[in-house]
């Protein structure tokens, strides 16, 4: 069974980055689209991007120029990083695997708070 | 972008009646690229259909899919307790690849 965990700061001063890693278990991270995918408090979800393990990616036009997702084959982890963060960016974060482009696994989420 | 446009926002029905959810899509999608999900408070998301008609692996079958080009619909037949949540369709295209509707809330009357 794939086991998906987010991990990293619930608290992000406005203006800094914001780091999140997703720990992949119970599978290899390499053949598959993994993603991160955020929902604001009592709002609807938001897909952030994708990357293949192999490196390549693709983010959301609406974030593209503050994204960064990165992989770490060797420690089945992939990674998250957005910058210049404002409360906009408030959010549960989750991790998901991409199967036949469909998000099949998730990740319990984790809330991050972008404080002024 | 394909904007995916849910109603309604709210949807109050009693355990063992029928909901109708519907999904409107901005431009045409391939039933192939739409997905519905259930999301229960505290919880990430679950697929629920996709393919638009085809149920994801130990879901129900009083859930069910149906549509095509930019009107779809997720209907539960019977609804048990465990139903009422906030189901989201979603569809994968261009630019960006995904989107999701806002979000239809079933509550229990």
């Known amino acids: 069974q794939v086991q998906l965990q987010e991990s990293g700061p619930g608290l992000v001063k406005a203006s800094e980055t914001l780091s999140l890693t997703c720990t992949v278990s119970g599978g290899s991270i390499r053949s598959y689209y993994w993603s991160w995918i955020r929902q604001p408090p009592g709002k609807g979800l938001e897909w952030i991007g994708y990357?293949?393990?192999?490196?390549?990616?693709n983010y959301n036009p609406s974030l593209k120029s503050r994204v960064t997702i990165s992989v770490d084959t060797s420690k089945n982890q992939f990674s998250l990083k957005l910058t210049s963060v404002t409360a906009a960016d408030t959010a549960v974060y989750y991790c998901?695997?991409?199967?036949?482009?469909?998000?099949?696994?998730w990740g319990q989420g984790t809330l991050v708070t972008v404080s002024s | 972008e394909i904007v995916l446009t849910q109603s309604p926002g709210t949807l109050s029905l009693s355990p063992g009646e029928r909901a109708t959810l519907s999904c409107r899509a901005s431009q045409t999608v391939s039933s192939s690229d739409l997905a519905w999900y259930q999301q229960k408070p505290g919880q990430a998301p679950r697929l629920l259909i996709y393919g638009a008609s085809s149920r994801a692996t130990g879901i129900p079958d009083r859930f069910s899919g149906s549509g095509s080009g930019t009107d779809f619909t997720l209907t539960i037949s019977r609804l048990e307790p465990e139903d009422f949540a906030v189901y989201y369709c979603?569809?994968?295209?261009?630019?960006?690849?995904?989107?999701f509707g806002q979000g239809t809330k079933l509550e229990i009357k």
């Open positions: 979603q569809q994968y295209g261009s630019s960006p690849p995904y989107t």
């Open positions: 990357l293949y393990y192999s490196g390549s990616t």
């Open positions: 998901a695997r991409i199967k036949n482009v469909l998000f099949d696994y």
